[in-house]
C-alpha cells in the first residue's frame, strides 16, 4: 500500500487556467506539507498543516490555497496559473516525532 | 529560523570507495531532528538515515553512517562501498522541536565505475 500518494504524477496546462492535486496519506499523520522544488532541486515549503489546521503559510502566492477535507488528505488547489508555477511539488507527512514521507511528486508544466 | 548548509553542489566518487558529503545547521535549539535524504531520477524523496539529537552515538544504516558533531553543528554523511545506484541528489534536512522541517540546497552525487 502506498503511504503517501498524489495524484496526478503530471499535470500539463496552459497559462491562465486553475488546477488541483491531490494528496493522500494513509499513516494516520498529523500533519501534511506541501513543498515545491524548482529546476535546481530547492526544496521550498509551501504549505504545512496540523490536523486540519494551517500552521504555516511561507511567502506563497495567493493564486496557491490548500484544503484539508480530514486529516488524511491535503490538496493543492492553483488559480490563474503561470509559467514560473512549472515546478514539481511534493506532499509528505509526519508523526510527531521523526522523519517525513514523501509522496512521488506531481510534475506541473505549464505551457 | 533555522538554516541547513550544503556546501558541495557537487560531489563524485568511484565505484566502491567511500565519499562524505558535509551538512552544518544553525539553530539555538537543544532538541531536534535530523536526516539525510536521498533523491534519485525517479524523484522519489526516500529517507537514508535519521539523528536524534539528544543520542550522542552516529547512527548508521548498512553502508551509510553519520558523523554527528553537535556542538559544531554538522551533520555528515559517509556512504560505503559506493554503488551505481547510490547516484542520487542528497538532501540534509533539519526538523524543530516545534515540527518544521528545514532543507538544505542538495548535493548531486555522481558514481563513476
Known amino acids: 500500500d502506498t503511504a503517501v500518494s498524489q495524484t496526478p504524477k503530471y499535470l500539463v496546462t496552459q497559462m491562465g487556467n486553475d488546477k488541483s492535486i491531490k494528496c493522500e496519506q494513509n499513516?494516520?499523520?498529523?500533519?501534511m506539507y506541501w513543498y515545491k522544488q524548482d529546476s535546481k532541486k530547492f526544496l521550498k515549503i509551501m504549505f504545512s498543516y496540523n490536523n486540519k489546521e494551517l500552521i504555516i503559510n511561507e511567502t506563497v502566492p495567493n493564486r496557491f490555497s490548500p484544503k484539508s477535507p480530514d486529516k488524511a488528505h491535503l490538496n493543492l488547489h492553483i488559480n490563474s496559473l503561470e509559467l514560473g508555477d512549472s515546478a514539481v511539488y511534493f506532499c509528505?507527512?509526519?508523526?510527531?516525532?521523526?522523519?517525513?514521507?514523501f509522496g512521488p511528486g506531481t510534475r506541473l508544466t505549464v505551457t | 529560523a533555522q538554516t541547513v548548509t550544503q556546501s558541495q553542489p557537487e560531489m563524485s566518487v568511484q565505484e566502491a570507495e567511500t565519499v562524505t558529503l558535509s551538512c552544518t545547521y544553525d539553530?539555538?535549539?537543544?532538541?531536534?531532528?535530523l536526516f539525510w535524504y536521498k533523491q534519485p531520477p525517479s524523484r522519489q524523496m526516500i529517507l537514508v538515515i535519521r539523528?536524534?539529537?539528544?543520542?550522542?552515538q552516529n547512527a548508521t544504516e548498512n553502508r551509510f553512517s553519520v558523523n554527528f558533531q553537535k556542538a559544531a553543528k554538522s551533520f555528515s554523511l559517509k556512504i560505503s562501498d559506493s554503488q551505481l545506484g547510490d547516484a542520487a541528489m542528497y538532501f540534509c534536512a533539519y526538523r524543530s522541536a516545534g515540527n518544521q522541517f528545514y532543507f538544505g540546497t542538495g548535493t548531486s552525487l555522481t558514481v563513476i565505475p
Open positions: 539523528q536524534e539529537a539528544y543520542k550522542q
Open positions: 509528505a507527512s509526519s508523526p510527531p516525532l521523526g522523519e517525513q514521507y
Open positions: 539553530t539555538s535549539e537543544s532538541d531536534y531532528y
Open positions: 499513516l494516520g499523520h498529523d500533519t
